[in-house]
């Protein structure tokens, strides 16, 4: 699997509000690779299109041209659902990827079925609960213990974790983080990036994760990319990657774009 | 007034078979789904045409579940295909409901008081069984002679029947599609992302919805004896109204809970309506206002309760605080003295 190409974005342009004085171009002709195990972090200013990049591959939203090809097939025009069965998501609201009404066991059940066809079979069967606990120890939470708790009763962090384990252990081709942690108190955060390192390496997962914080960017996986204005301003391979410093990244960064860092930028830090 | 409250309730039987529609629209979907006052018709005409037109009443009654589903179905298409908000879909399949109804019957109103039907083969069958003549005499012998019902037949199938569908509800609602079904209520982007595919799950679910709506209207058709092309007027109040006021009295922590609660939430509300009417300045064409009034009621109260219980809890912790503080206070004194 090493060295395959996983996903291929094709010069991919979106505009919103086309041809109204809100005119936004939120893509730019983005072209992007990603081999099979590969794990890119991207960083980037507020608005430079992260999200829209994401919401892109996964079908949220399509492009206005440009190709989305994941393991060879163009999905430019398939719709999410179905995308979704190669593909896993967490969000940056703890609340987007559970349902909060709903058990933790019928919850993963919800996850399980993201790569079959849904039945009238029982959603949660004895044998499924038992991979289910297995599955939920990984997390160290104690939610294995909670089968039957609702989701809505778990905290931000907890709530985390169980989308991370959802969105993972049907084992996708592609995993995709959007800021996951950034809704979350330090602690939390901490906690979440840790068992996000661990989970794709277990289930060795090509993932793209966008991150406010540059540290965790190059803490984390073997590439990183940094948008601005829709497009890819600077990208990290392996061995550039472990030299570089957030310093080295804010002066990349001020170099290429030639601005002095707004308050929004020092976000980034 | 035993005879006018047994009544009520062995209508409200009938009539939970329709909230358990609605709770599945409203609540589990999250989808209020004005289609239900059609719908209902829908099954009413469906089974009243067939039924006069010489077909099995149990057949009929099942062609007009059929019809229902059809109509939620479509309802549920305009939202997800077409693009139109849920209460303006459902309205407007109601009023698209209310001319095909009358296409089906044919004129406003069946008779069926002299058709063999669901409720006349019932009867008869659970009179060769000879319990009711037991329950006279058990009656009789208590002292309640004059509060005799003609029938228990109707009541005791109706409610195994509701029971039933009650229970089917519960396991669907457990399967792989009736999970993604509870969480296109709870969360339609999260399943989505989880392959789902949602246009699809809010179809089937208001299809199921409206097809429990009309089999309720069937059988009421059959219980009255006629299908009327205005029976169906404010019944997604009433189905709320059943909901909410179960709700109140059973609570919704699990779904067999939830949906027993519905049960009782629609006798509930047959009892309710059935005492208000026996108010001297009361009449049978208030039954719409009062049921409105309960929903309001049952809609308003618990948020008051919620508010003075979270006012009182306020004002007893501003009183703890306050007393620690006078207390600190004390303890400065106290030690100042000391010096
Ligand atoms: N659904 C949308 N409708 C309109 N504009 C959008 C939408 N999504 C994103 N945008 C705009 O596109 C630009 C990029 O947004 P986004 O991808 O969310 O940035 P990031 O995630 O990098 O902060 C922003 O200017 C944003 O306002
Ligand atoms: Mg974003």
Redesign the pocket.
């Known amino acids: 699997m090493e060295g395959t190409r996983l996903l291929q974005l094709n010069q991919i342009y979106k505009v919103?509000?086309e041809g109204t004085p809100d005119e936004?171009i939120?893509l730019n002709q983005l072209n992007l690779q990603l081999n099979a195990g590969d794990f890119v972090t991207v960083i980037?200013s507020?608005?430079?299109?992260?999200?829209?990049?994401m919401n892109i591959i996964s079908g949220n939203?399509f492009p206005d041209h440009g190709h989305v090809v994941i393991n060879g097939t163009n999905m430019s025009s398939m719709p999410e659902h179905k995308r979704a069965k190669r593909i896993g998501r967490v969000f940056q609201n703890p609340l987007a990827g559970t349902a909060p009404t709903m058990t933790i066991e019928e919850n993963l059940a919800l996850a399980y079925n993201r790569t079959k066809p849904r039945t009238l079979q029982f959603g949660v069967t004895k044998k499924r609960r038992d991979f289910f606990r297995e599955q939920l120890e990984i997390l160290h939470l104690g939610l294995e213990d909670r089968l039957q708790a609702k989701v809505g009763l778990l905290s931000g962090g907890e709530r985390q974790a169980l989308s991370l384990l959802m969105a993972t252990f049907t084992k996708p081709d592609i995993l995709l983080l959007d800021e996951h942690t950034a809704a979350l108190d330090p602690a939390r955060a901490d906690l979440i990036t840790k068992l996000t390192k661990e989970i794709v390496e277990k289930f060795q997962l090509t993932t793209l994760m966008?991150t406010h914080n540059m540290q965790q960017a190059l803490d984390l996986g073997n590439r990183l990319i940094m948008?601005d204005k829709g497009q890819i301003i600077f990208e990290a391979n392996e061995q550039e990657k472990m030299a570089l410093t957030v310093e080295k990244l804010l002066s990349e960064f001020q170099r290429i774009r030639g601005e002095a860092l707004s308050s929004d930028r020092a976000l980034l830090v | 007034m035993f005879t006018a409250l047994f009544g009520s309730v062995e209508v409200g039987v009938i009539y939970a078979i329709m909230a358990l529609g609605v709770y599945l629209s409203f609540r589990i979907l999250d989808f209020p789904d004005l289609t239900v006052d059609g719908s209902f018709v829908t099954g009413g005409a469906t089974a009243a045409v067939l039924i006069v037109s010489g077909v099995s009443p149990v057949l009929a009654t099942a062609a007009g579940l059929g019809a229902g589903f059809l109509a939620g179905c479509m309802t549920g298409i305009l939202n997800t295909k077409g693009k139109i908000n849920p209460i303006l879909s459902g309205i407007l399949m109601m009023i698209a409901l209310y001319s095909i109804n009358l296409r089906i019957m044919d004129k406003p109103n069946i008779p069926l008081l002299a058709e063999e039907t669901l409720m006349t083969q019932i009867t008869s069958w659970w009179q060769g069984l000879g319990i009711d003549s037991l329950m006279e005499g058990l009656l009789s012998s208590v002292g309640l002679g004059n509060f005799i019902p003609a029938t228990w037949g109707i009541f005791g199938v109706m409610l195994v029947l509701t029971f039933v569908i009650k229970k089917l509800v519960d396991l669907f609602l457990k399967t792989e599609i009736g999970l993604s079904l509870r969480a296109v209520g709870d969360n339609t982007g999260m399943v989505r992302s989880f392959s789902a595919n949602t246009d699809w799950l809010k179809v089937l679910g208001l299809g199921i919805a409206n097809a429990l709506v009309a089999l309720s209207g069937a059988l009421v058709a059959q219980y009255n004896g006629f299908s009327d092309v205005g029976m169906g007027i404010g019944m997604i109040v009433i189905g709320l109204a059943s909901v909410i006021i179960g709700e109140a009295v059973i609570g919704n922590a699990t779904i067999v809970r939830a949906t027993l609660a519905v049960l009782i939430g629609a006798i509930l509300y047959r009892l309710i309506v059935t005492l208000a009417l026996r108010v001297e300045f009361l009449e049978t064409g208030d039954m719409k206002l009062i049921t409105a009034i309960i929903v309001i009621f049952a809609l308003v109260v618990p948020k008051l309760v919620d508010k003075q219980k979270a006012k009182s809890r306020k004002k007893k912790r501003a009183e703890q605080l306050g007393a620690a503080s006078a207390n600190g206070g004390n303890q400065v004194a106290a030690a100042k003295s000391d010096l």
Do not use: D, H, P
């Open positions: 919103f509000y936004k939120a980037g507020n608005g430079a299109g992260k999200s829209t990049l939203i966008v948008m």
